[in-house]
């Protein structure tokens, strides 16, 4: 394996990344069950295609909502946990709902909740987006989490017996049992919670209360001007006015040692929600848009970045990817080996950069890693501390795009991580074993045999030309003297052959007499002869 060999190989290998990081993404997809879905994938394809076809697409959906007097809108699922998984595809397909010009998106939360910053980014797109009515309708549960987003929408429809609250967090410690977290995150949890029930016109205090089991909160009547609202007994002990309130029963849904959740109806009673519906018929009457509304179904892009984001297909994906690397560095010229790898790679990189838990600042990692390596075989001899921290960059580059860390979420979560750490490791090893076994075997191997440089048996009578380079001339254990300075790489004259060597590390002058030690290739390894001075 020469130099030029393994800049090509990490050359195809980068661009395969790159180019993999770079696709654009599918636009919106939604079930194929009304005219308007169709209508909308049109627009956002021919939009995206010529950017004069927005006023067209524009005055396209006007006609619509002038010929049935109703808004368009599109219902975005999210029924699985919050992790940065289905959080970065929420957030694709959310944009691009948005940017499709609908009137209203409506997010059917059914959700346990998850990540904590996640749930934050969602909840700032939800109440970043402009021209754009947002709407959470609740079938079933939407907690933890998944409450807090429902919360930074402008409307939050239910079924009666639908489920929303309790959002008080929760962190697995080092003994591997969840326990609360610190003061300092729920408080910041607990502040997110306030300000986002203040932005959407909701209670502050029930708000609090979902982060909050030590708070109760109260049904209070202010004595001199009957105003109504409901307080927390922490709000009601800071009030300059407190004495003019008066507390009455607490809230049942509210009080002491329990974190605030409320079915529909009341939710509905509460201030919490806006209306109960049966289901999706009477949701679209009451937000008065066309029906049946469509609904985004996941599609195979979205399919595909989830198989690859599987432990079982991520572990393929790294050992596969590491076997045909090393077959293709064994071999000459651009193969099969490079290309699969490439591809595996590619895959890894792209299925996490668009799960959400990979960036750029990944992949470099990764190249330099491959870069360090390539010093340590190539230009750098003795101990191997390039080779090392390649090694340490390769490997953690990989470790940090399978999962997203954050301050926010109460430290870091170690039974995941080490999860991560060994199912990279595992792959590894596996590598070494399966590179072991190719070793040995892979020239007998029909087929992989013509991937691999193979070594010619000369006949007998077989003698070396004067045309035949030195280095396969010379021989371990034969000596010669340097011709130029050795620094470690240099010339040295071995029976009349000019020849270029290195050394293990040491600096050599010329005219001083050297053995060779090592061959690897065309590089060949010499040592100098301790009797001789060194000048």
Request: charged share 20%; proline share 3%; with cysteine.
């Amino acid at each position: 394996m020469t130099i030029q060999k393994f800049t090509q190989t990490t050359l195809l290998l980068v661009g395969c990344i790159v180019g993999g990081m770079t696709v654009v993404t599918p636009q919106l997809a939604c079930a194929d069950t009304t005219a308007d879905t169709v209508e909308l994938g049109v627009e956002n394809d021919f939009a995206e295609n010529d950017p004069a076809a927005d006023d067209l697409a524009a005055d396209a959906r006007n006609e619509r909502k002038q010929e049935s007097g109703k808004r368009t809108a599109v219902i975005l699922p999210l029924k699985e946990d919050i992790n940065p998984l289905s959080g970065a595809l929420l957030k694709r397909k959310f944009e691009a709902a948005v940017e499709s010009g609908v009137d209203v998106i409506i997010l059917d939360i059914h959700s346990p909740g998850g990540f904590t910053s996640v749930t934050f980014e969602l909840m700032d797109m939800v109440l970043d987006a402009k021209d754009v009515e947002t709407v959470a309708y609740i079938e079933k549960d939407a907690i933890s989490g998944a409450a807090l987003l429902a919360l930074a929408t402008d409307t939050i429809l239910m079924k009666p017996d639908a489920r929303m609250g309790d959002a008080g967090e929760i962190v697995m410690g080092e003994d591997g049992a969840f326990r609360y977290t610190e003061a300092k995150s729920r408080s910041v949890l607990a502040q997110k919670a306030r300000d986002t029930a203040e932005t959407t016109g909701r209670s502050l205090a029930l708000a609090e209360k979902m982060t909050d089991k030590d708070m109760v909160v109260y049904r209070a009547t202010n004595a001199r001007t009957g105003e109504e609202r409901f307080l927390s007994d922490k709000e009601h002990a800071a009030l300059a006015d407190a004495g003019d309130w008066e507390l009455g029963t607490p809230i049942r849904e509210a009080g002491k040692d329990m974190f605030f959740i409320a079915n529909g109806r009341r939710a509905v009673e509460l201030g919490m929600a806006d209306q109960t519906v049966s289901g999706k018929d009477e949701l679209a009457r009451v937000l008065n848009v066309q029906a049946p509304i469509p609904e985004v179904q996941r599609s195979w892009v979205d399919t595909l970045v989830l198989i690859l984001n599987m432990k079982f297909f991520t572990f393929l994906l790294l050992l596969i990817g590491l076997v045909a690397l090393a077959v293709e560095l064994s071999a000459p010229g651009i193969g099969v080996g490079g290309l699969v790898s490439c591809l595996c790679f590619g895959l890894f990189f792209w299925s996490r950069f668009l799960g959400g838990t990979s960036g750029w600042l990944e992949v470099m990692l990764f190249v330099m890693g491959l870069l360090f390596i390539a010093a340590e075989v190539f230009v750098i001899p003795g101990f191997g501390v390039a080779g090392i921290m390649g090694l340490a960059l390769t490997l953690g580059s990989l470790v940090m795009a399978s999962r997203r860390f954050s301050l926010t979420d109460g430290g870091v979560d170690w039974t995941s991580l080490s999860n991560d750490v060994a199912l990279v490791l595992g792959a590894f090893l596996a590598f070494l074993v399966a590179a072991i076994f190719l070793t040995s075997y892979m020239g007998q191997i029909p087929g992989l045999s013509r991937l691999t440089l193979q070594a010619e048996v000369a006949p007998d009578s077989f003698v070396v030309s004067d045309s035949t380079p030195a280095w396969q001339k010379v021989q371990i254990g034969q000596t010669g003297t340097t011709v130029s300075p050795l620094r470690p790489g240099g010339r040295i004259e071995i029976d009349d052959m000019m020849l270029d060597v290195v050394t293990e590390g040491d600096y050599v002058g010329p005219g001083n007499p050297v053995r060779v030690i090592a061959k690897q290739g065309t590089r060949v390894v010499v040592r100098l002869i301790d009797d001789s001075a060194n000048v």
